[in-house]
T-cell receptor, first 115, second 113 residues
Framework: AQTVTQSQPEMSVQEAETVTLSCTYD???????LFWYKQPPSRQMILVIR??????QNATENRFSVNFQKAAKSFSLKISDSQLGDAAMYFC????????????FGTGTRLAVRP | DAGITQSPRHKVTETGTPVTLRCHQT?????MYWYRQDPGHGLRLIHY???????DKGEVSDGYSVSRSKTEDFLLTLESATSSQTSVYFC????????????FGPGTRLTVT
């Protein structure tokens, strides 16, 4: 079974600085997607960014980018120019066809942003 | 925002009582999912559906059942609620395909006393 590990339960960053959240996963598949979801205090789950395993180029969405290291099975999220609104729980997730298109989530990293 | 709602949003119930949570979508997506969220565990899949009357178990399905009689509705039933089922429950929907994101409902906070 696929597993997703987020080894940082909590992180803190100064406003306007950059922070990187770590995620590793275990799979024998070659065709899969990786996702980062954000959950603010409102509890709503919001997709931040996604990465296809076949694409070598790292995905970017405005201030959010990933460092996808397929051989190392690592998928970290970098948030640049951190804002107070970035404070949230961040979940890394994995999805593959062999898993029936289901998402497997990590346990989450709580990010605090200091003003 | 994706058209997905959950009802009720909050519920307190007693141990041993049956509870049904409803997920309703207006997006006509094929896949629907029920997750529970607990501290230290992230989101864990309970059951999912890949079409009307087609459902399958997730990793934490014991004590839960589901039904999907219409594309737009996916019901989660706790046959006899236990305190270990106190959690926040999320419904999600998705179209078919790996790249499609799952859209999540607002969640239901269930407390079993």
């Amino acid at each position: 079974a696929q597993t997703v590990t987020q080894s940082q339960p909590e992180m803190s960053v100064q406003e306007a600085e950059t922070v990187t959240l770590s995620c590793t996963y275990d799979t024998s598949e070659s065709d899969y997607y990786l996702f980062w979801y954000k959950q603010p205090p409102s509890r709503q789950m919001i997709l931040v960014i996604r990465q296809e395993a076949y694409k070598q180029q790292n995905a970017t969405e405005n201030r959010f980018s990933v460092n996808f290291q397929k051989a190392a099975k690592s998928f970290s999220l970098k948030i640049s120019d951190s804002q107070l609104g970035d404070a949230a729980m961040y979940f890394c997730a994995y999805r593959s066809r062999s898993s029936g298109d289901k998402l497997t989530f990590g346990t989450g990293t709580r990010l605090a942003v200091r003003p | 925002d994706a058209g997905i709602t959950q009802s009720p949003r909050h519920k307190v119930t007693e141990t041993g009582t049956p509870v049904t949570l409803r997920c309703h979508q207006t997006e006509n997506h094929r896949y629907m999912y029920w997750y529970r969220q607990d501290p230290g565990h992230g989101l864990r899949l309970i059951h999912y559906s890949y079409g009307v009357k087609d459902t399958d178990k997730g990793e934490v399905s014991d004590g839960y059942s589901v039904s999907r009689s219409k594309t737009e509705d996916f019901l989660l039933t706790l046959e006899s609620a236990t305190s270990s089922q106190t959690s926040v429950y999320f419904c999600a929907i998705s179209d078919f395909g790996l790249s499609y994101e799952q859209y999540f409902g607002p969640g239901t906070r269930l407390t079993v006393t």
